[in-house]
């Protein structure tokens, strides 16, 4: 079974300019979690979709990110316009189950380390 | 708002030392429990999990965690640590009904070998 993949696991972009981060789940699994990681510190979940719909995005920093699911498969979080603060690793994360059984596993993916200079 | 306190943000051990790193949460109520580890170059991936029960729970590679309701923890132990133990370690708790994980901010372990 294929795990988690992330594109790119790199990106090195100025601030002000656009980057698109990619998620592909495990296949099957409804819900998908985007998660970053700044400057060493604790990973912050920033969002959960269930299929095409957003669940929670409580934790999406501000209105320059938009993360998109269509077809409730592959995911995609844009930075738009990048800032320097935005520098991290943004993890995806993937789960089975219904939308609200929450006992499942979190599969994460590789990361995508994102440098904003 | 729920936290999570890791205690040591860089543990440096000896071959065949033991292991025990800290975690502390604050949320009063029912809660899962989780410690993840990347190892280097590696995806995030799942050491163990509490969910219910025995609150003395194993996972893989020898590792084990004991959850204290009343101390609001779930320390980490593995009685012998060995050099592929060196990895990042991060503790990470989610209120029962809900699918966020909350994470500690991880401990970074070497194992000299």
């Known amino acids: 079974e294929a795990g988690v993949t992330q594109f790119p696991s790199h990106s090195v972009i100025e601030k002000g300019q656009t980057v698109t981060l990619r998620c592909d789940p495990i296949s099957g699994h409804d819900n998908l979690y985007w998660y970053r990681r700044v400057m060493g510190k604790e990973i912050k979940f920033l969002l959960h979709f269930v299929k095409e719909s957003k669940q929670d995005e409580s934790g999406m920093p501000n209105n320059r990110f938009l993360a998109e699911r269509t077809g409730g498969t592959y995911s995609t979080l844009k930075v738009q316009p990048a800032e320097l603060e935005d520098s991290g690793v943004y993890f995806c994360a993937s789960s089975q189950g219904a939308p609200y059984v929450v006992s499942y596993e979190q599969y994460f993916g590789p990361g995508t380390r994102l440098t904003v200079t | 708002a729920q936290s999570v306190s890791q205690h040591n943000h860089h543990v440096i051990l000896s071959e065949a030392a033991s292991l025990e790193l800290g975690c502390n949460y604050s949320?009063?109520?029912?809660?899962?429990l989780f410690w993840y580890v990347q190892y280097p170059g590696q995806h995030l991936q799942l050491l163990l999990k509490y969910f219910s029960g025995d609150p003395l729970v194993k996972g893989i590679k020898g590792f084990e965690a004991e959850f204290i309701k009343s101390k609001f923890s779930f320390n980490l132990r593995k009685p012998s640590v060995q050099w592929s133990d060196t990895a990042e370690y991060f503790c990470a708790v989610k209120e029962d009904s809900s699918y966020k994980l909350i994470f500690g901010s991880g401990t970074r372990l070497l194992v000299r070998p």
């Open positions: 949320y009063g109520g029912t809660v899962n």
